[in-house]
């Protein structure tokens, strides 16, 4: 393996047994790559710590389409931020719930607010902002969810 470094890591046997449950039910293949995944997620909440870092990525939600006045004030909300948002699709999912994905571009804080404004509606079921920064191949996700 040319450019990796070998590293060793000491875990608790409880620890570890539960670190290999969950790797096995996401289905990676070694404990190597999972914590290589562990590593790039928390070097990427690192950087989500500057809200005006330029970053890039999607805004996935899924809404009741027959909540009153919703539909309005979702589209308000978006072109409020027209200079963030470079897309949109939508989609029916069944007769009363649809699924929106938009993508955007813009400052961290900036569009943290617009999917937490998204978000907090009555009538939206699930919001996530799912997020990459333009300077790095780092990918976070922040999660509005409500049950």
């Excluded at 389409?65 to 029916?92: C, D, F, N, P, R």
């Excluded at 009363?96 to 804080?109: D, K, P, S, Y």
Aim: charged fraction near 25%; glycine fraction near 8%; proline fraction near 1%.
């Amino acid at each position: 393996m040319d450019g990796v470094t070998r590293i060793g890591v000491s875990l608790e046997p409880e620890l570890l047994a539960e670190f290999d449950r969950v790797i096995d039910k996401k289905g990676y293949v070694s404990r190597s790559e999972a914590i290589r995944d562990l590593v790039r997620d928390s070097l990427a909440e690192t950087e989500w710590k500057n809200e005006d870092e330029n970053m890039c990525g999607v805004i996935v939600m899924v809404y009741d389409h027959e909540a009153t006045g919703l539909s309005e004030k979702l589209t308000v909300i978006q072109h409020s931020a027209l200079a963030h948002i470079s897309a949109s699709m939508h989609m029916h999912l069944d007769h009363g719930r649809c699924m929106e994905v938009i993508t955007l571009e813009g400052a961290l804080g900036e569009l943290k607010t617009l999917a937490n404004d998204m978000g907090s509606l009555k009538g939206v079921l699930r919001c996530k902002l799912t997020m990459a920064s333009k300077s790095s191949a780092h990918i976070h996700h922040v999660g509005v969810r409500k049950d």
